[in-house]
């Protein structure tokens, strides 16, 4: 029988961080306000709407590489 010792962690982590992003996206709304952050692009013409979350998309690189960073040591 082979060792699925790794791979075990690996589905257990990667269900925790699953859940943790799930929580923060239900609740941290309230205390940070992704996707309403100064320098998000919001333009607004007659019918049309465009709307990109730049600042917010690099927020959550940075801390995800952050996360993925402590999980490789």
Same mark, same amino acid.
């Given at each position: 029988?082979?060792?699925?010792?790794? /791979?075990g *962690? /690996?589905l %257990?982590?990667?269900?925790?961080?699953?859940v943790?992003?799930? =929580? !923060? %996206? =239900? /609740?941290?709304s309230? !205390?940070i #306000?992704l996707g *309403? =952050? #100064?320098?998000d692009?919001?333009?607004?013409?007659g019918?049309? &709407?465009?709307?990109f979350?730049? %600042?917010?998309? @690099? @927020? =959550? &690189?940075i801390?995800i &590489?952050l996360i993925? &960073? /402590?999980l490789? *040591?």
């Open positions: 029988m082979p060792d699925t010792g790794p /791979f *962690k /690996f %257990v982590i990667t269900g925790l961080v699953i943790a992003a799930g =929580l !923060f %996206v =239900l /609740f941290g309230r !205390f #306000p *309403k =952050l #100064p320098g692009i919001v333009i607004r013409r019918n049309f &709407s465009f709307y979350p730049i %600042v917010t998309c @690099i @927020i =959550l &690189s801390l &590489s993925f &960073s /402590f490789r *040591k």
